[in-house]
């Protein structure tokens, strides 16, 4: 069955520490997306791609490098965590030109202490 | 500004109760598409909606572009209604396309 797999499921991090959160996808998916999500809020847009090997920032880029090594491969980076990073990450891929079909992963918790 | 906002923000139910999602938009846009939220986090689609009405058992959403809008519609609720509910606004920018979500609707239907 086509999925988004993200890896870790969740994570504790030290201010400053790096941090990599992984996401797989199997429904040949041209776009993959990395969002965030607050408590009691929605989803923001961090990095997105369209290709791999090229990379596009979202709405709120900041503090985050993002990596599309392959189709199937998005990754999300976190040079130097730090407190207020500290949310959900969701990855998504898309099916975007034929019916705008957006797969999410199941969500990595990150706790920056 | 906020290009996506949802109203209301959080609703409580009583089971058998209709509820009325709103979502608003404030730039041009391709399509309006609604997601579930799971407690404990997965998304979920329920409608790809980019104009007109489509139904889904006890679902319905409605999206008018002229007038910058989508509903969603719950008839009958269930306690396993329970949850968020976001809509998000597919748009381009720069060449490539962007969903971009409200703060979501978070409701509860009681037993």
């Known amino acids: 069955e086509a999925a988004v797999t993200q890896s870790p499921r969740s994570k504790v991090a030290v201010t400053g520490g790096k941090v990599t959160l992984s996401c797989h996808q199997t429904?040949?998916?041209?776009?993959m997306y990395w969002y965030r999500q607050d408590t009691g809020h929605g989803l923001r847009l961090i990095h997105y791609?369209?290709?791999?090997?090229?990379?596009e920032k979202g709405d709120i880029p900041d503090g985050y490098k993002a990596s599309r090594p392959s189709q199937e491969n998005f990754s999300l980076i976190l040079e130097l965590a730090s407190l207020s990073q500290t949310a959900v990450y969701f990855c998504?891929?898309?099916?975007?030109?034929?019916?705008?079909?957006?797969?999410f992963g199941s969500g990595t918790r990150l706790l920056v202490i | 500004g906020q290009q996506v906002q949802q109203s209301p923000a959080s609703l409580v139910l009583q089971e058998g109760e209709n509820a009325e999602l709103q979502c608003n938009f404030s730039?041009?846009?391709?399509?309006m598409q609604w997601f579930y939220q799971r407690p404990g986090g997965s998304l979920v689609s329920l409608f790809y909606?980019?104009?007109g009405t489509k139904q889904s058992g006890r679902l319905t959403s409605t999206t008018v572009i002229k007038e910058r809008r989508s509903s969603l519609h719950i008839s009958s609720s269930q306690t396993t209604d329970s949850g968020t509910y976001l809509c998000?606004?597919?748009?381009?920018?720069?060449?490539?396309?962007?969903?971009?979500f409200g703060s979501g609707t978070q409701l509860t239907v009681m037993p």
């Open positions: 998504a891929s898309s099916d975007r030109g034929r019916n705008s079909d957006y797969t």
């Open positions: 429904n040949n998916h041209d776009y």
């Open positions: 791609s369209y290709v791999a090997d090229s990379t």
């Open positions: 730039t041009s846009l391709n399509s």
């Open positions: 909606n980019p104009s």
């Open positions: 998000a606004m597919e748009s381009a920018s720069s060449g490539s396309w962007q969903l971009i």
